[in-house]
């Protein structure tokens, strides 16, 4: 299974602001798996609820069992989070925010 930590919230006090889902909004804000690694090999990640609005990013740590759903199963379904994106290469070799 990859462990993973949320690194920052866009969201405040679990309720919508003025600015809610916007990327210059993010606060710093942590929660991690238990024994989540403090480096090595990561893939960052980003979490949105069905409407699209952007909720929590952070970073997968994974190993040859994860399949990239762990946070949103076990974090993101609680705050209504729907969709997964990585930071990772397209086919044409140019990086963005790509849904799993």
């Given amino acids: 299974m990859g462990q993973f ?3 920052k919230t866009y969201i405040s006090n679990d309720t ?3 600015d809610w ?3 210059s909004s993010a606060v710093p804000f942590t929660w991690e798996t ?3 690694p403090t480096s090595g ?3 960052k990640f980003r979490l949105y609820d069905d409407d699209g609005i952007l909720y929590f990013s952070g970073e997968l740590y ?3 069992n994860a399949n990239g759903f762990e946070p949103i199963d076990m974090f993101g379904t609680s705050y ?3 969709e997964i994106k990585y930071w990772d290469k ?5 990086f963005g925010w790509h849904t799993l």
């Fill in 21 to 23: 889902g916007k990327v």
């Fill in 16 to 18: 919508p602001t003025e």
């Fill in 41 to 43: 090999r990561s893939e």
């Fill in 80 to 82: 209504g989070c729907t």
């Fill in 90 to 94: 397209n086919r044409d070799g140019n």
């Fill in 34 to 36: 238990a024994g989540c």
């Fill in 62 to 64: 994974g190993d040859d």
């Fill in 5 to 7: 930590r949320i690194k």
